[in-house]
């Protein structure tokens, strides 16, 4: 079982997938917001979080700053990386610019909308299985 938060402003989007996920025996919750996402992130502490990058009050981009920076203001003391969930951007926006700019705030992966489901599965069954590099 891994836990994944699922974070999008289209509540028809959070509702499929975490229903996807919960069925194959996952722990899911979801977020309509980047501000929900990050305080969900704190109290759920998620193994893996797909997030949509335009959204209201807080968009993906600094919601995954966010993620990161409290992450490492907790794990100071031991592994850095080891409790950070993946971060994974699940968006319609395209593009080489927003592949590079997801990473540079803390993205692992990005997967264009809409995904496909066993795209979405295979990667869930991967990083269920991966453990964070040492930073």
Do not use: C, W
Not at 48 to 75: H, N, S, T
Not at 103 to 130: E, I, M, Q, W
């Amino acid at each position: 079982m891994t836990r994944i938060l699922v974070v999008d402003d289209l509540k028809d989007i959070t509702e499929t997938m975490g229903l996807l996920f919960e069925t194959l025996g996952h722990e899911t919750t979801v977020a309509e917001d980047g501000r929900q996402a990050v305080d969900k992130t704190r109290a759920f502490e998620p193994e893996i979080v797909f997030m949509d990058l335009d959204m209201p009050v807080l968009d993906g981009y600094e919601a995954a700053r966010e993620i990161r920076a409290a992450a490492l203001a907790r794990e100071i003391r031991a592994a850095a990386l080891a409790r950070q969930p993946f971060l994974v951007a699940l968006t319609a926006s395209h593009g080489a610019a927003v592949e590079v700019a997801t990473r540079a705030v803390g993205f692992d992966f990005y997967l264009r909308k809409p995904a496909d489901t066993n795209a979405l599965l295979a990667l869930v069954a991967d990083l269920s299985t991966r453990t964070r590099p040492s930073p």
